[in-house]
T-cell receptor
Framework: DVKVTQSSRYLVKRTGEKVFLECVQD?????MFWYRQDPGLGLRLIYF???????EKGDIPEGYSVSREKKERFSLILESASTNQTSMYLC?????????????FGPGTRLTVT | RKEVEQDPGPFNVPEGATVAFNCTYS??????FFWYRQDCRKEPKLLMS???SGNEDGRFTAQLNRASQYISLLIRDSKLSDSATYLC????????????FGGGTRVLVKP
């Protein structure tokens, strides 16, 4: 059974704190993604990675950075958290070149920045 | 204009009824289309891919209209368990493995 796990389900941080969100997949997938999901805005792509140490900006990368040191792990970093980064964060992975392009999602991290 | 647009709903559906809703996409070069289902407070999961000729999976039928740039999902004989948000997803090959998600259509099936 495929599995994508995220380090926390719920997180509360203060404005200005550095925040790490971790994602691990056990499917040996090349591609990993970080999204945020907000009411009325749907899922928006923050960053993605198609290989170890490779990263690409998504649609809303400002205020975020990522790290992919190992194939199975993709970390999202908020250098200095702000209240407008309060959101649900979803990690996903996909095998490169798969015909169905099925993305497997983690359970999500609900981050609140106060 | 958003790349992928959906009516947010909610669509209130009596149990056993049929419901259908559409999703429009703006990039005519889009090549692959999917419907994902997201239950409340859960992650999205693939419901079905959408093929050019239209396809069916049990009570669910998906269709693609390239000329008008929309896809549709029809649910027959709605069950209470069909209550969820349905996300329209579009893949543009030129964008690599990125998928673009619509905002979702919420469906509530009531007894």
């Amino acid at each position: 059974d495929v599995k994508v796990t995220q380090s926390s389900r719920y997180l509360v941080k203060r404005t200005g704190e550095k925040v790490f969100l971790e994602c691990v997949q056990d499917m040996d997938h090349e591609n990993m993604f970080w999204y945020r999901q907000d009411p009325g805005l749907g899922l928006r792509l923050i960053y993605f990675s198609y290989d170890v140490k490779m990263k690409e900006k998504g649609d809303i990368p400002e205020g975020y950075s990522v790290s992919r040191e190992k194939k199975e792990r993709f970390s999202l970093i908020l250098e200095s958290a702000s209240t407008n980064q309060t959101s649900m964060y979803l990690c996903a992975s996909i095998s490169g070149g798969g015909p169905s392009y099925e993305q497997y999602f983690g359970p999500g991290t609900r981050l609140t920045v106060t | 204009r958003k790349e992928v647009e959906q009516d947010p709903g909610p669509f209130n559906v009596p149990e056993g009824a049929t419901v259908a809703f559409n999703c429009t996409y703006s990039n005519s070069a889009s090549q692959s289309f999917f419907w994902y289902r997201q239950d409340c407070r859960k992650e999205p999961k693939l419901l079905m891919s959408v093929y050019s000729s239209g396809n069916e999976d049990g009570r669910f039928t998906a269709q693609l209209n390239r000329a008008s740039q929309y896809i549709s999902l029809l649910i027959r004989d709605s069950k209470l368990s069909d209550s969820a948000t349905y996300l329209c997803v579009v893949h543009l090959k030129a964008a690599g493995n990125k998928l673009t998600f619509g905002g979702g259509t919420r469906v509530l099936v009531k007894p």
